[in-house]
């Protein structure tokens, strides 16, 4: 783990940067505003410095047919969840990166099977890489089998540290990877063009040169986590992106984490709710007070860290001690 300005000096020797989990407006759950298309999303990426830049939307790659295949360091990649209820119980989320169409067709076949391990046996018969995201997050009214989590992490080369995660529990994530001698990314997973605020260094001449060198530990992690204040300035920006949209939210169902806000999403993007303007400026006001009072933020992170400490019981005594590091 480095900070900013140490990973400036590896930089000027070469390293390279990636922020390697990013959503654009194809994902299903994002609120797409012009902000989030996928060209907007790289030009920022290259502002940040960012050597290699992909999208990960939510089992969608139209991203890449809304931007040239020929810019420098772009990257074609895909998050995918599957749910392998004989062998696991609960959804896991893996990015997947440098596929094809054919690829991602078959991919998302295996997925809809439920089968895991054909899953992984396709990803590494194609030798594509690949991340197990943000392990200790579960999908809304799953009950996760948290038993099973060590035995998953021994199946992937890389894990991720997530920068929508509590530092609890991307301190679980990194003494996990520690313990089994896996690689680490740091992504900011981010629904709201938030990109480049947490990346990974390694060097490598190509993507894959870069991934492999991650495999094998030969890399650093630029974090940041979830914290009250990064938790209002996100909810802030999301705000202001419902605030000002385009009437572009049909068929989406938007998800931030927090349960809330994601009705009251829904219920501002209605078309019928736009027709009474005085009301919708009401509701909307009323809403940033809210957030801006920090209240929806502490009660989450309470509600995250309350989760993170039964999670380390589970997992076992040594999670989160990071002295040694």
């Given at each position: 783990?480095?900070?900013?300005?140490?990973?400036?000096?590896?930089?000027?020797?070469?390293w390279?940067?990636?922020?390697?989990?990013?959503?654009?407006?194809?994902?299903?759950?994002?609120?797409?505003?012009?902000?989030?298309?996928?060209?907007?999303?790289?030009?920022?990426?290259r502002?940040?410095?960012?050597?290699?830049?992909?999208?990960?939307?939510?089992?969608?790659?139209?991203?890449?047919?809304?931007?040239?295949?020929?810019?420098e360091?772009?990257?074609?990649?895909?998050?995918?969840?599957?749910?392998?209820?004989?062998?696991?119980?609960?959804?896991?989320?893996?990015?997947?990166?440098?596929?094809?169409?054919?690829?991602?067709?078959?991919?998302e076949?295996?997925?809809?099977?439920?089968?895991?391990?054909?899953?992984?046996?396709?990803?590494?018969?194609?030798?594509?890489?690949?991340?197990?995201?943000?392990?200790?997050?579960?999908?809304?009214?799953?009950?996760?089998?948290?038993?099973?989590?060590?035995?998953?992490i021994?199946?992937f080369?890389?894990?991720?540290?997530?920068?929508?995660?509590?530092?609890?529990?991307?301190?679980?994530?990194?003494?996990?990877?520690?313990r089994?001698?896996?690689?680490?990314?740091?992504?900011?997973?981010?629904?709201?063009?938030?990109?480049?605020?947490?990346?990974?260094?390694?060097?490598?001449?190509?993507?894959?040169?870069?991934?492999?060198?991650?495999c094998?530990?030969?890399?650093?992690?630029?974090?940041?986590?979830?914290?009250?204040?990064?938790l209002?300035?996100?909810?802030?920006?999301?705000?202001?992106?419902?605030?000002?949209q385009?009437?572009i939210?049909?068929?989406?169902?938007?998800?931030?984490g927090?349960?809330?806000?994601?009705?009251?999403?829904?219920?501002?993007?209605?078309?019928?709710?736009?027709?009474?303007?005085?009301?919708?400026?009401?509701?909307?006001?009323?809403?940033?007070?809210?957030?801006?009072?920090?209240?929806?933020?502490?009660?989450?992170?309470?509600?995250?860290c309350?989760?993170?400490?039964?999670?380390e019981?589970?997992?076992?005594?040594?999670c989160?001690?990071?002295?040694?590091?």
């Amino acid at each position: 783990m480095l900070s900013s300005e140490e990973a400036d000096a590896l930089r000027e020797d070469g390293w390279m940067a990636a922020d390697l989990h990013v959503h654009t407006l194809f994902s299903s759950d994002v609120i797409p505003v012009s902000s989030l298309r996928p060209m907007r999303l790289f030009q920022k990426a290259r502002a940040k410095h960012m050597d290699f830049v992909t999208f990960t939307d939510h089992d969608a790659m139209a991203a890449y047919r809304s931007i040239s295949p020929k810019l420098e360091g772009l990257v074609r990649g895909v998050e995918i969840k599957i749910k392998d209820i004989e062998r696991v119980g609960h959804t896991i989320h893996i990015n997947v990166y440098e596929l094809d169409d054919s690829q991602f067709h078959e991919l998302e076949n295996i997925a809809l099977q439920g089968d895991l391990l054909s899953f992984l046996d396709f990803l590494k018969s194609e030798k594509l890489p690949f991340v197990y995201n943000h392990p200790l997050w579960f999908e809304a009214g799953e009950k996760p089998n948290l038993a099973v989590i060590p035995d998953l992490i021994k199946l992937f080369p890389v894990l991720e540290y997530n920068m929508h995660r509590i530092r609890r529990k991307n301190e679980i994530i990194m003494e996990l990877a520690r313990r089994y001698e896996k690689g680490l990314i740091a992504s900011t997973d981010t629904h709201s063009g938030m990109i480049g605020h947490a990346y990974t260094l390694s060097k490598g001449n190509d993507f894959k040169e870069f991934y492999n060198n991650i495999c094998l530990g030969k890399s650093y992690i630029i974090v940041k986590d979830l914290t009250k204040q990064y938790l209002i300035q996100e909810m802030n920006a999301w705000l202001d992106m419902i605030s000002g949209q385009e009437p572009i939210l049909k068929n989406k169902k938007i998800c931030t984490g927090m349960r809330y806000l994601d009705k009251f999403i829904a219920i501002m993007s209605s078309e019928k709710f736009r027709d009474f303007p005085r009301m919708y400026g009401a509701a909307l006001t009323g809403v940033y007070k809210a957030a801006n009072s920090g209240l929806p933020a502490a009660l989450y992170i309470w509600r995250e860290c309350s989760s993170a400490f039964e999670m380390e019981k589970i997992l076992g005594p040594n999670c989160g001690n990071l002295d040694s590091i």
